[in-house]
């Protein structure tokens, strides 16, 4: 079995596409490439692989309501490929957007089940992951609480009247175990896919979200988009910078 997962966020780092390639790679088994598809350029190699591939996973955002525009683009190229090389791999799905219900995606999941249509490829289903950014943070939240586990014993050592080490690991625990369990839907339906498409199945299509309420998620949301906007964007340098613009479309 051999597997293509694509990550198609045009971010360079850090983008919640690219985060649940990784995550839904461990659960794929047979051999396994993945692939980035972030502007135009990266086209050829992509649709190189695709020769190869029994199951091409693509991982994307959501961009108004539908596929990004590089997205299309590769659909159109890989519809004419995939009819002259006779290829007909089984096609999965990861969306995932920014507003908190992952039922947003569905537009997109249904111009990918048309592509299949008419491209002669298998569509198999998809995970659609309502609160992207917010999985981002969580995952970036994940990794400093790890980081900063080293120096936490440290400062506890150093104060007379710290908390005791076992108190520190236990706390640190705690945390990731309650940031894990708000994505423990989405690691779910990303195993589940995972086991189908190392089977060869039909996975279906689910719609999830971070597990956080809707009255809480608007209101964090405002906050962190009013915060990002003060630093112009530049909050997290290299995840919201400015993203690299690809050659222009001369068809365009
Ligand atoms: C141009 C643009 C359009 C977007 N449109 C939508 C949208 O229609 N609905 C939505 O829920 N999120 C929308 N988003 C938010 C992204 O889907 C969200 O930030 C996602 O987590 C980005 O994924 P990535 O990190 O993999 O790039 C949009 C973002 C951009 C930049």
Not at 105 to 132: H, I, K, Q, Y
Not at 147 to 171: F, I, K, M, Q, Y
Not at 177 to 196: D, E, H, K, M, Y
């Given at each position: 079995m051999r597997t293509l997962i694509v990550s198609c966020s045009p971010k360079r780092r850090l983008s919640a596409s690219g985060l649940l390639a990784c995550v839904q790679r461990l659960s794929v088994r047979g051999t396994v490439r993945r692939l980035a598809l972030r502007r135009r350029g990266d086209l050829p190699a992509v649709l190189e692989h695709l020769c190869q591939a029994d199951a091409v996973i693509l991982s994307m955002p959501l961009y108004v309501d539908g596929v990004p525009s590089h997205v299309l683009e590769f659909l159109r190229e890989a519809e004419t490929f995939c009819k002259e090389n006779d290829l007909?791999?089984?096609?999965?799905?990861?969306?995932?957007?920014?507003?908190?219900?992952?039922?947003?995606?569905?537009?997109?999941?249904?111009?990918?089940?048309?592509?299949?249509?008419?491209?002669?490829?298998?569509?198999?289903?998809?995970?659609?992951?309502?609160?992207?950014?917010?999985?981002?943070?969580?995952?970036?939240?994940?990794?400093?609480?790890?980081?900063?586990?080293?120096?936490?014993?440290?400062?506890?050592?150093?104060?007379?009247?710290?908390?005791?080490?076992?108190?520190?690991?236990?706390?640190?625990?705690?945390?990731?175990?309650?940031?894990?369990?708000?994505?423990?839907?989405?690691?779910?339906?990303?195993?589940?896919?995972?086991?189908?498409?190392?089977?060869?199945?039909?996975?279906?299509?689910?719609?999830?979200?971070?597990?956080?309420p809707s009255f809480i998620f608007i209101p964090m949301a405002n906050v962190f988009f009013v915060i990002v906007s003060l630093f112009q964007g530049g909050l997290f340098r290299g995840w919201l910078a400015p993203k690299e613009i690809g050659q222009p479309n001369p068809e365009a």
């Open positions: 007909h791999p089984r096609l999965y799905c990861i969306a995932n957007n920014g507003f908190i219900e992952g039922r947003q995606s569905e537009p997109l999941m249904r111009t990918l089940e048309n592509f299949c249509a008419r491209s002669g490829l298998d569509w198999c289903g998809g995970v659609g992951v309502g609160g992207g950014v917010m999985l981002n943070v969580n995952a970036v939240l994940m990794c400093l609480k790890l980081a900063l586990l080293p120096v936490s014993l440290l400062l506890n050592r150093l104060l007379p009247d710290g908390s005791t080490p076992l108190d520190v690991l236990a706390d640190t625990a705690i945390n990731l175990l309650v940031l894990l369990a708000l994505c423990s839907t989405i690691l779910f339906f990303l195993v589940r896919q995972g086991r189908a498409v190392s089977a060869g199945a039909d996975a279906g299509t689910h719609y999830t979200r971070v597990l956080i």
